[in-house]
């Protein structure tokens, strides 16, 4: 169904100049995303997961190819346009938080709710309930450089709900935390997925990930290689784990 | 709820004057030493600017009342008509020039080392005049700081030398107007070159798609 497919990317080509020589990060990328769905992109580095995340999250124009957001061809979209589509209708996670340094969890959390027009006492409300929803109630006057790397995830978790996106697009969020703060994350992305029916989108070579994911796509050299279903990432890791 | 994912794309972004004028006051805060760098910059160049061109208004109005025979200013006697030499402008000239360049490097250092974060502002729905303004409210807030504080040792400098000239007669004559107005503009000046060294770096970084404002390393 049409109005399911929340993503469509249709021969998406990224050129990148290097000198005198042109690098293909991708190579002609086709992928639909349904709405609600739990997606992993899968590769090593430099196989173009993190330019494809760029490319969907309107970070990044693509050389060549059309990307379709519920429909809308990012193309054709003015400045206004992408920041509103920025703001209101994505929500993005980092590998590095990219929180801002000299705000409050709580400011950080509210910086996307000013820009769509909330006033003071609603942000700071929803705010408030956003970092007690990931757990972290108790800071929301810290700044990051007082919160651990899990905490500083949860509050860019929390800020990417911060005006109820239908995606969240995640670049290897739990590439800088420990093993079990990383499952952490990837539970808390997962309740929140089911909870809020939002589609994540998670570019990562974490393989804790799958256990969560609805399809993983696999990518290398600029190309997607495969797509598999849970069930079939399932059998894999049971034949992974059988050797 | 995942909203309104049926609507469509809209236009309505906003960042309201008072939010922007409070997180460039707190960013400026923050980062209070680095700050007061940058201000000690545009302070020193104007409190030469209001030393001489204050120090000349002075020395003229005293000269009108006394004749100029009995008075030798501190800093020249070749002065013109006017009171002040062009020693005096060329110096002031250099100084601001000297505060410039200072403040064009302190704000280029400013705005790339927050490269990281103009482009997640950006991934967060911040438009480019977003960024721009905050860097120039900031830039305008430190030119403000640094004038006001540079005027007044200017004039401060300027009436203790003075004084060492012409004793307690300068207080009688002293020419209020003229200083105020020279005040003003040094304010205003101050002001205008720190917003002026801001703009090019911040419109550069404002005009970057934030993947690749977040990909610079510094």
Same mark, same amino acid.
């Given at each position: 169904?049409? #109005?399911?497919?929340?993503? +469509?990317?249709?021969?998406?080509?990224?050129?990148?100049?290097?000198?005198?020589?042109?690098?293909?990060?991708?190579?002609?990328?086709? $992928?639909?995303? /349904?709405?609600?769905?739990?997606?992993?992109?899968?590769?090593?580095?430099?196989?173009?997961?993190?330019?494809?995340?760029?490319?969907?999250?309107?970070?990044?124009?693509?050389?060549?190819?059309?990307?379709?957001?519920? /429909?809308?061809?990012?193309?054709?979209?003015?400045?206004?346009?992408?920041?509103?589509?920025?703001?209101?209708?994505?929500?993005?996670?980092?590998? #590095?938080?990219? =929180?801002?340094? *000299?705000?409050?969890?709580?400011?950080?959390?509210?910086?996307?709710?000013?820009?769509?027009?909330?006033?003071?006492?609603?942000?700071?409300?929803?705010?408030? !309930?956003?970092?007690?929803?990931?757990?972290?109630?108790?800071?929301?006057?810290?700044?990051?450089?007082?919160?651990?790397?899990?905490?500083?995830?949860?509050?860019?978790?929390?800020? &990417?709900?911060?005006?109820?996106?239908?995606?969240?697009?995640?670049?290897?969020?739990?590439?800088? $935390?420990?093993?079990?703060?990383?499952?952490?994350?990837?539970?808390?992305?997962?309740?929140?997925?089911?909870?809020?029916? *939002?589609?994540?989108?998670?570019?990562?070579?974490?393989?804790?990930? $799958?256990?969560?994911?609805?399809?993983?796509?696999?990518?290398?050299?600029?190309?997607?290689?495969?797509?598999?279903?849970?069930?079939?990432?399932?059998?894999?890791?049971?034949?992974?784990?059988?050797? | 709820?995942?909203?309104? #994912?049926? #609507?469509?794309?809209?236009?309505?972004?906003?960042?309201p004057l008072s939010e922007a004028v409070r997180i460039s006051f707190q960013s400026l805060k923050i980062r209070f030493w680095r700050s007061l760098i940058t201000t000690a910059g545009i302070l020193l160049g104007i409190a030469f600017l209001v030393a001489v061109v204050a120090g000349a208004?002075?020395?003229?109005?005293? +000269? !009108?009342?006394?004749?100029?025979?009995?008075?030798?200013?501190?800093?020249?006697?070749?002065?013109?008509?006017?009171?002040v030499s062009a020693q005096q402008i060329w110096l002031v000239v250099m100084s601001l020039i000297v505060c410039v360049v200072g403040i064009a490097n302190s704000m280029l250092m400013a705005v790339t080392e927050r490269f990281r974060e103009i482009g997640t502002m950006k991934c967060l729905?911040?438009?480019?005049?977003?960024?721009?303004?905050?860097?120039?409210?900031?830039?305008?807030?430190?030119?403000? &700081?640094?004038?006001?504080?540079?005027?007044?040792?200017? =004039?401060?400098?300027?009436?203790?030398?003075?004084? +060492?000239?012409?004793?307690?007669?300068?207080?009688?004559?002293?020419?209020?107007?003229?200083?105020?107005? *020279?005040?003003?503009?040094?304010?205003?000046?101050?002001?205008?070159? &720190?917003?002026?060294? &801001?703009? /090019?770096?911040?419109?550069?970084?404002?005009?970057?798609?934030?993947?690749?404002?977040?990909? *610079?390393?510094?």
């Open positions: 169904m049409a #109005s399911d497919i929340v993503i +469509k990317t249709e021969g998406v080509v990224k050129e990148y100049r290097m000198g005198n020589n042109i690098l293909q990060a991708l190579k002609g990328i086709d $992928l639909e995303i /349904g709405r609600g769905e739990y997606i992993s992109i899968m590769g090593p580095s430099g196989s173009g997961k993190s330019t494809i995340f760029n490319m969907i999250g309107a970070l990044d124009r693509p050389t060549r190819g059309t990307i379709l957001i519920d /429909g809308q061809d990012m193309a054709k979209l003015d400045t206004f346009e992408v920041a509103w589509l920025r703001c209101n209708k994505i929500g993005y996670i980092f590998q #590095s938080f990219n =929180l801002i340094t *000299v705000m409050t969890a709580l400011e950080n959390v509210t910086l996307p709710m000013i820009f769509a027009g909330l006033s003071e006492k609603d942000r700071n409300k929803k705010g408030t !309930e956003l970092l007690e929803r990931v757990g972290l109630g108790g800071r929301i006057d810290h700044k990051p450089d007082e919160l651990s790397g899990g905490q500083m995830q949860r509050v860019a978790i929390a800020r &990417a709900f911060a005006n109820d996106p239908s995606i969240i697009l995640a670049d290897e969020p739990t590439a800088n $935390l420990d093993l079990v703060t990383g499952r952490e994350i990837i539970g808390l992305l997962k309740v929140l997925n089911e909870q809020q029916n *939002v589609t994540v989108i998670s570019a990562t070579h974490d393989l804790k990930m $799958l256990d969560v994911s609805d399809r993983v796509v696999y990518i290398r050299d600029g190309l997607v290689e495969r797509i598999r279903n849970r069930d079939e990432i399932e059998i894999e890791i049971g034949t992974v784990g059988g050797h | 709820m995942a909203n309104d #994912s049926q #609507s469509g794309i809209r236009r309505q972004i906003q960042l208004e002075i020395s003229r109005s005293l +000269k !009108e009342v006394k004749g100029t025979a009995e008075i030798q200013t501190f800093m020249d006697e070749e002065e013109d008509t006017e009171g729905g911040a438009l480019d005049r977003f960024v721009v303004e905050l860097f120039l409210l900031e830039s305008g807030f430190q030119g403000l &700081a640094g004038a006001l504080a540079g005027a007044l040792i200017g =004039l401060i400098a300027t009436v203790l030398l003075n004084l +060492k000239d012409y004793g307690l007669d300068l207080f009688w004559n002293f020419p209020l107007l003229r200083v105020l107005i *020279v005040l003003f503009f040094a304010c205003l000046i101050g002001m205008i070159l &720190a917003v002026l060294g &801001a703009a /090019g770096p911040a419109y550069r970084a404002a005009k970057l798609p934030p993947a690749e404002a977040m990909r *610079v390393e510094v």
